[in-house]
């Protein structure tokens, strides 16, 4: 995002939720530390869009889900290779409400994801099939919004995913990484980063 942010401009803040922040279910290293940082980063935005991971009991991205499994085994799936995740997000539990600490009162719209028992979600604009779109795309168009800045958890499956599908929509899109962290699973945050660079979308 190149300069003060103006009326094309979304800021899109992705699972700031409890359950991605340190004690809860599937916590991202450091990941409360970003609260401050995009409360900050939000108050430049006239447009915020809040996109919480959102998941009915027994997911099929759950390790509990499948006999055997185990959180961040991977197996196949229908649409290919999926992550399982311990259970995380719940529909309407505590682990699935925004962190205490986010402070983004204008946000214009919560969009959630995940919420297909049978498919999984990283993007904020497509399922993880890389088929079923979530919305997001349509809505940025119709309200103008040509620039997309992400910032959230994780940086290497939420953000990252995001940020891949916003450039090929055709949005201008930057991720603030103070705004950020990582889960950092066998290398993905330095292979995220770098498919990010490829993709054209610009790293703050
Ligand atoms: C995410 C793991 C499981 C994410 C969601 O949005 O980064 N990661 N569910
Ligand atoms: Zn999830």
């Known amino acids: ?14 699972d700031p939720q409890r359950d991605f922040c340190p004690g809860g279910a599937l916590a991202v290293p450091d990941g409360d530390a970003v609260m401050p940082a995009i409360n900050r980063l939000a108050r430049r935005f006239a447009h915020v869009v809040l996109t919480p991971d959102w998941h009915p009991a027994g997911h099929m991205s759950f390790a509990s889900a499948h006999p055997g499994g185990k959180p961040f085994d991977t197996i196949e799936v229908g649409y290919g290779p999926q992550t399982l995740w311990p259970d995380h997000c719940v529909q309407n539990t505590p682990g699935a409400a925004f962190h205490p600490a986010l402070d983004v009162p204008h946000a214009e719209l919560v969009i959630r994801k995940g919420y297909h028992p049978g498919i999984d979600s990283y993007s904020a604009f497509r399922e993880n099939d890389r088929k079923t779109p979530t919305g997001l795309a349509g809505y940025q168009r119709e309200r103008s919004f040509a620039r997309v800045t992400l910032c959230g958890l994780a940086t290497d499956f939420c953000v990252f995913f995001s940020a891949i599908d916003a450039r090929e929509a055709g949005f201008e899109t930057t991720v603030v990484l103070e705004a950020s962290r990582a889960i950092d699973l066998d290398g993905s945050l330095g292979r995220a980063l770098a498919a990010m660079r490829e993709a054209g979308v610009e790293l703050l």
């Open 1 to 14: 995002m190149k300069g003060t942010p103006s009326e094309r401009d979304v800021l899109i803040v992705t």
